[in-house]
């Protein structure tokens, strides 16, 4: 059965760290990809996709992916985190018409 | 606001009672899904609607489970007798079919159930 996996359920990091969340999956075919934000108290919100082409995508908020095929992977990462950014990250995976979530990893960041 | 809506946020009630949510997706929208979300995880895909055809179902939705979209509009999701693992974050999404595939799917806030 096709899964995803987020390799972290949580994470401590202080301001202006260096971020990197891991997501694998299990399917051999053609996939979009996704990672999603829940900050706290609000709903799940777009973060960033990859649908096809350039393997690296940069979405909102100085955060970018890199899809590595080869891997069944596609890790979310950002080079200096601010509190902010603490919220729970969700990486998606799309597979025909229904979307497979990772369990989630909560991301705390100390001012 | 033209986000997707849920009502009611929040729903307590005692095992053994129906209860039933609503979803209004954003207008343009085709397509319409119900995940369920617990603690600790990440949202289990339900069903989905395209317009008023609802086109699968998961094995995870048990007889006690049916929802409707009537008019390829808002959607509704009943629970029948619940049960205390009926409690949960019940989310709604909606996206616009896009040919060539790359969905995009908008969430709304959803609505907490907890079963007494």
């Known amino acids: 059965a096709q899964s995803v996996s987020q390799h972290n359920h949580h994470v401590i990091l202080s301001e202006a760290a260096s971020l990197e969340l891991g997501c694998n999956y299990s399917y051999g075919g053609t996939v979009n990809l996704f990672w999603y934000v829940q900050y706290p108290g609000q709903h799940l919100q777009l973060l960033l996709k990859?649908?096809?082409?350039d393997p690296l995508v940069k979405g909102i908020k100085g955060f970018e992916a890199e899809f590595i095929k080869s891997k069944f992977s596609f890790n979310l990462r950002k080079p200096s985190v601010q509190w902010s950014d603490t919220a729970e990250y969700f990486c998606a995976v799309n597979i025909n018409y229904q979307l497979i979530w990772g369990a989630g990893t909560k991301l705390i960041i100390k001012p | 606001d033209t986000g997707v809506s849920q009502d009611p946020r929040h729903k307590i009630t005692k095992r053994g009672q129906n209860v039933t949510f609503r979803c209004d997706p954003i207008s343009e929208h085709n397509r319409l899904y119900w995940y369920r979300q617990t603690l600790g995880q990440g949202p289990e895909f339900l069903t989905y609607f395209q317009n008023e055809a609802q086109l699968e179902k998961s094995r995870l939705l048990s007889d006690r489970f049916s929802a409707e979209r009537p008019k390829g509009s808002f959607s509704t999701l009943e629970i029948q007798r619940t049960e205390q693992g009926d409690s949960a974050m019940y989310l709604c999404?909606?996206?616009?079919?896009?040919?060539?595939?790359?969905?995009?799917?908008?969430f709304g806030p959803g609505t907490r159930l907890t079963v007494l």
């Open positions: 990859y649908f096809s082409g």
């Open positions: 999404a909606s996206s616009l079919l896009a040919s060539g595939g790359g969905v995009e799917q908008f």
